[in-house]
C-alpha cells in the first residue's frame, strides 16, 4: 500500500525540510507539498489526485493536521478520504482516523483548533475596538496630512492642476483626490 505525505508551508520563508524528514521517516512513497496559507481554500497539491487510491494506506500529515483551515473543511476532507479508503495519519499528535480512538482524537483535536482560531479573531476584534474607543485607529497613516492639503489647496486656487499640486507635494494623485474628497 502506497503512502501518501502533504507538508505545507504558510510563507515564502518557511521551509519544508522538517516535514519532509518527519514524512521520509513515516516511509512515504510520495509526498505533496503546498506553500499557501492554511486559510486558502484552494491549494495546487489538494487538486492533485492521490495515485491507486485502493492502495494508500494513510496519507500522512506533517505538522498539526496541516489540511485544516476550518473544523468544517477538516471534517469534510477527512470524509472525502475515508469514502476513498484513505486513513489520516498525522505525525505530530499521533492521530490515527482508521482507528474508532484516532477518530474520537482527531474530532478533538479539531475542534480544540478551531476553538483557538476563534478567541484570536475574538481578541483581535475586541483589540481593535477597544483602541477605536480610545481615539486610535488601525492602518496607515495618511500621505497627505493637514498642511500638505492646505498647500495643495493653495496651489490649484492659484491655477495648478490637482495632479500638479500632487506631483509639487510629492504625494500620489489619487491620495490628493481622497483628501479633497474627504475634506469636502
Known sequence: MARIGYARVSTADQDFALQ??????????????DRASGAKADRPAEAVELPDHQHVAAAHIGKRLRESRSMSHLITTVSELEGRGVGLRS???????????????????GALGQFERDLIRERTRAGLKAAEARGRRGGRK?????????????????????????????????ALYNALQRQS
Open 20 to 33: 519532509r524528514d518527519a514524512l521520509a521517516a513515516a516511509d512515504c512513497d510520495h509526498v505533496f507539498e
Open 142 to 174: 495618511p500621505v497627505v496630512t493637514q498642511e500638505k492639503l492646505r498647500r495643495a489647496r493653495q496651489l490649484m486656487a492659484k491655477g495648478l492642476t490637482a495632479r500638479e499640486a500632487a506631483a509639487r507635494l510629492k504625494v500620489g494623485k489619487t
Open 91 to 109: 505525525l505530530t499528535e499521533q492521530i490515527d482516523t482508521t482507528t474508532a480512538g484516532g477518530r474520537l482524537i482527531f474530532h478533538l483535536f
